[in-house]
């Protein structure tokens, strides 16, 4: 469902990407070219500063939103989530936040008021706030993540690592590609 927000920003979704039937996407949301959107997907840009405005929630090229996953932000506070990433199944993203380029975000694991480096791989059940995590770096699952200390454990993302986070990637595209044949069928 695409949807205003009470400003009256709709949604600017590319022509190849595919929006599940029952992913809800409302207000200032920026889809690019390729990006699937799964399932029960919730992505809402509708509150405002104190001034009244707004940032985007932008999700790059490539990019994939799966099933039960919210991104939403605080006082339009922008959300940016880099090409070819993956955020997994019933994570939420809560802005202000940045994902880069090429990142892997588990199952079930919450971003807040963060930034993950591009070609990280935080894996699942995870916590990510009020930080920076550096380009490259591996988060393992259950990890809380919220200062310099807990950043200093953090390992460089392994050879296997990263390929698995290409792989799902490469799946997610290809299924936008097979749905985007089928969506007018009954």
Known sequence: ???????????????????????????????????FIGPYAVIRADEVDAEGGMEPIVIGDNS????????????????????????????????????GRNVFIGFNTVLFNCEVGDGSVVRHNSVVEACSVPPNFYVPSTSHINSDEDLARIEPVTPDASSFSEDVAQTNVRLVQGYKKIQNEL
């Open 64 to 99: 994939n939103i799966q099933d039960g996953v919210v991104i939403h932000s605080k006082s339009g506070a922008r959300v940016e989530i880099g090409e070819n990433t993956s955020i997994a199944h019933r994570s939420i993203v809560h802005g202000p936040c940045k994902v």
């Open 1 to 35: 469902m695409i949807r205003k927000n009470p400003s009256g920003d709709l949604p600017i979704v590319a022509q190849s990407a595919f929006v599940d039937p029952t992913a809800i996407l409302c207000g200032k949301v920026w889809v690019g070219e390729n990006v």
